[in-house]
């Protein structure tokens, strides 16, 4: 009989010492110590010191960024992709032929680095529910424009809080910028002759002038 009134007593107290932690919590609110109503709150990303020195920032999993306008359609980046995630169409445009030159261009003829533009990037589409977000692809591009964000290139381009979707098609990041009416000039004056690319890619060049992978432009979640 004592055991069990025992027990009841030991039942109460600890209820009793669990309430009072509760209430005073509950007296005592901090800001901020209450659970974030996501994504209608958001902690605020730290500026710096995340675990890793600033050097090493880009190696960390971020999000994939191409600058687009110093892209000169090389395909290094989709070679050295170990999954296959990034798709880009080019049109070769004829000898000494500038991108900038042709009716309605809005394409600059040259990068920031100063190499000449002989391909019009029609497509240019990275799926980042299939990247493994491995930093490959960065490595060999000539022009260094195709990177993680953040990080070391945090003054190219800021860090993602985070960018999950409820549809796995949004999650394919479209950086071409050319219009269907740039790519169509420049197909006419290629002489419907795409670019001698990969074996996936040339046989869509000229397809890909009316029909674009579902998606969106690679920077839009930022505006949000
Ligand atoms: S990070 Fe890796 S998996 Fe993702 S696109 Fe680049 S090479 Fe491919
Ligand atoms: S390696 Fe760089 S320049 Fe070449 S296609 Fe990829 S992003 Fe463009």
Known sequence: MNTYFGNIGIAISTLWDGLCVTMGHFIRKKKLNATLQYPRERWPIPERHIGFEEAKYNVIRCRLHVDIDDCIGCMQCVRACPVDCIKIVTVKLPKDTELGSLPGSTQTSATSKGSPKRLLVARFDIDL????????????????????????????????????????????????????????????????????????????????????????????????
Request: net charge positive.
């Open 129 to 224: 529910a299939v990247c493994m977000y491995c930093n490959l692809c960065t490595y060999p591009c000539p022009e260094e424009c195709i990177y993680m964000v953040g990080g070391p290139n945090g003054h190219r381009h800021p860090i993602d809080y985070e960018f999950s979707e409820r549809d796995r098609n949004r999650l394919v990041y479209r950086f071409a910028t050319a219009t269907d009416e740039e790519v169509a000039v420049a197909v006419a004056a290629a002489g419907k002759k795409p670019a001698p690319t990969t074996a996936t890619t040339t046989a869509t060049a000229t397809a890909t002038v009316t029909k674009k992978a579902p998606g969106k432009a690679g920077d839009t979640r930022l505006e949000k």
